[in-house]
């Protein structure tokens, strides 16, 4: 069963402070790994899509990398701004001629950042 | 701003009530996903449609229904409604189904049902 999960669930982190965020996430055949930001009470905001081990995407004071079990969002000297909860979901080829392109998101880590 | 909308922002009904969410996918996308969000599930995909066809299907219920029309917009019925299908349901949209075939996201209607 293909399955994504994120760690930590929550993560506090002062003004400044480097981090990394964790995806772990079983599937069988990866299409694409995905990035996103929520707000509470908003939808999901793209970030990043990855597509194969080894790759690396950058914006702003956000970058996302891949291997072959896991992926990192590493946030550097974040901004009070950035909190948010940011979710990692992967996309499998299913489907007749990969027809289906529904995503499986984890749960997610919870990210606060304090002045 | 993603260029999704959906309506409504917020929905309030009672047990046992049909509903109807409404999406619009970006200009230009054929794929419509819809998803719902609680609290202890996190995000779970329901339905996908592409260019007025059914692709894929999800946890979603029989009770349950969606459909996309020739102009591209969705509509997600819900019906004999219980106080666990209260949620976030959100409409995503993207170009094709392939690869980098980015997903956007609409603000979401939040439905509770009392």
Redesign the interface.
């Known amino acids: 069963e293909d399955q994504v999960t994120q760690s930590p669930e929550a993560l506090r982190l002062q003004e400044g402070e480097s981090s990394s965020l964790n995806c772990s996430y079983t599937v069988s055949g990866l ?2 790994l ?1 990035w ?1 930001r929520q707000d509470p ?6 970030l990043f ?1 990855l ?1 194969s081990a080894g790759e690396e995407k950058e914006k702003e004071r956000l970058k996302a990398t891949l291997t072959k079990k896991e992926s990192f969002l590493h946030i550097t000297a974040p901004k009070p701004e950035d909190s948010a909860t940011y ?1 990692c ?1 992967v996309q499998a080829f ?2 007749y001629g ?11 880590t919870k990210l606060s950042v304090k002045p | 701003d993603s260029g999704v909308t959906q309506t409504p922002k917020h929905l309030i009904t009672a047990t046992g009530q049909r509903v109807t969410l409404r999406c619009s996918p970006r200009s230009g996308d054929l794929s419509v996903y819809w998803y719902q969000q609680s609290l202890d599930q996190g995000l779970q995909f329901l339905i996908q449609y592409y260019n007025g066809e059914e692709r894929a299907k999800g946890n979603i219920l029989e009770r349950f229904s969606a459909q996309q029309f020739p102009d591209l917009h969705s509509e997600l019925n819900l019906s004999s409604l219980e106080l666990g299908d209260s949620a976030l349901y959100f409409c995503a949209s993207s170009v094709g189904t392939g690869s980098y075939n980015e997903q956007f996201f609409g603000p979401g209607t939040r439905l509770t049902v009392l």
């Open positions: 299409r694409g995905f996103y009470g908003k939808g999901p905001e793209f899509t597509y979710l979901a299913r489907g990969g027809s289906q392109g529904n995503l499986i998101f984890g749960k997610g």
